[in-house]
């Protein structure tokens, strides 16, 4: 510091840094570890539950089942043309990006230097013609259905590309005048891998990590989903009531997140942490490849529910998704606008940073009321698919536990980025995610 002894160094010694430094996610073991098995963790999610001709999918919550699950060499995994497919995906997505019309958004300012990052918006249309695309393209028929033939050979494609852009971008956040992110700088290289130490890196104009966040992943998913419709079809002659379903409401559900696409410049994803393995596999491999599951499970294997039973979950859905949206919303609004005439009568607390927290409407009810509507809705996905096998929960499953995990993240940064008002605050909403439960 200024007033500091001449005599002492300017810089906190490596030592001294590595004792203050927080590590996340298990720290390096954990990270490791999940940088291993998660890849394996999509194959056994396939293989737990595989096509009809290949055996039974795993019923029930008979988990002694789990020792008959037969998994070929990895090697027969792989598969040239499905690399080629996913590579050309991803770069026609950004091709997309590049020529459709957009607007330009800024994100929030740059910690150190104040910058704030041009991004093209333009999802919501890229979301339009890839799927127009996909559609009507001379290959639609048999192509398709290939993703669903071939979806191991895919899933597998979409990790090694995702491994390799991890490793190309942590290579790349070396060179010097890269803005690195606080969380990805611990000096162990397998934990910043994961984390990522770059925090916006670019090609030009072309954001990297926002671009993967929504695009490649999520419209990729979509994709997928037209196929288990397509093998329904081919099985069964026609598409039933719960694959239409699911595709109408995950087809929105991005669509939305594609649409308000500016909304994610805020989020922590984008403003704090860095772009690495985390991030890249679980935008390009993970999401598309296990939300998918309870489409995939409809296109060989009967939901046996009801039309009424059908109808029903689809609304335990609509709720979810309206209070996911609606608080969203209300959020973003009062950010933009605090005397906007939807959110003028909101109640809110002063912070000594300047920042107005909610503490009416949705945001009065819990601090997440947003993750529980979202979660919500990714069960509705879940119990659509049936009761017939417990690998079509997973998706509920793994959501309850990212989210509970991402909420402790965010309640721990604003702890220390607001202080007392933090504790002040959490006085005034003391639930997390039901109002009067939890």
């Known amino acids: 510091g200024k007033s500091g002894s001449p005599a002492r160094s300017p810089s906190p010694s490596k030592e001294a840094k ?62 040239p043309f499905a690399f080629a497919l996913v590579t050309a995906w991803f770069f026609f997505l950004y091709l997309l990006e590049l020529c459709l019309p957009k607007v330009i958004a800024y994100g929030t300012p740059l910690v150190g230097t104040g910058e704030r990052l041009p991004y093209r918006i333009n999802g919501h249309l890229s979301f339009w013609v ?37 490793i190309g971008l942590f290579v790349a956040s070396f060179r010097k005048g890269a803005v690195l992110a606080e969380g990805g700088v611990s000096g162990c290289w397998a934990y910043d891998f994961w984390m990522g130490r770059e925090l916006n890196p670019r090609i030009g104009g072309w954001d990297l990590k926002v671009f993967c966040e929504l695009r490649p992943g999520l419209i990729g998913w979509m994709v997928l989903n037209l196929a288990m419709a397509a093998k329904e079809r081919q099985v069964l002659g026609h598409s039933s009531l719960a694959m239409v379903l699911i595709n109408v409401s995950q087809g929105y559900y991005v669509w939305d997140a594609l649409y308000h696409e500016q909304a994610i410049l805020s989020t922590m994803d984008v403003t704090t942490d860095g772009f690495g393995y985390m991030l890249a596999f ?39 998704f309206f209070v996911f949206r609606s ?76 989210l509970v995990h991402r909420a402790w993240r965010d309640d721990h940064a604003c702890s220390k980025k607001y202080g007392n008002d933090w504790i002040e605050y959490k006085k005034k909403v003391p639930y997390m995610f039901v109002p009067g439960l939890v």
Request: with cysteine.
């Open 18 to 79: 590595k004792a203050k430094f927080e590590y996340e996610f298990g720290g390096p073991v954990g990270t490791t570890a999940n940088v291993v098995l998660l890849p394996l963790l999509i194959l056994f999610l396939y293989f737990a539950c595989p096509a009809v001709k290949d055996g039974t999918c795993l019923p029930g919550i008979d988990i002694t089942k789990l020792t008959s699950i037969s998994v070929p060499p990895l090697s027969s995994l792989l598969s």
């Open 130 to 166: 890839s799927l127009l695309v996909v559609e009507h393209a001379p290959w639609q028929g048999t192509g398709l259905v290939y993703l669903y033939d071939h979806f191991v050979e895919v899933a597998v494609a979409a990790s090694v590309f995702s491994a390799l852009l991890s």
């Open 282 to 320: 679980g935008d390009l491999a993970w999401v598309p490849f296990t939300y998918c599951i309870p489409a995939r499970y409809l296109a060989e294997h009967p939901s046996g529910l009801s039309n009424t039973l059908t109808l029903l979950f689809a609304l335990v859905g609509v709720f979810g």
């Open 327 to 402: 608080a969203n919303s209300q959020k973003d609004t009062f950010r933009r606008d605090p005397n906007g005439i939807c959110v003028k009568h909101l109640k809110f607390m002063n912070t000594k940073r300047g920042t107005r927290l909610l503490v009416s409407g949705w945001w009065g009810m819990a601090r997440k009321i947003n993750y529980t509507g979202d979660w919500l809705l990714g069960l509705s996905w879940s119990l659509l698919a049936g009761f017939g096998s417990i690998v079509c929960y997973f998706y509920p499953i793994y959501f309850a536990v990212l």
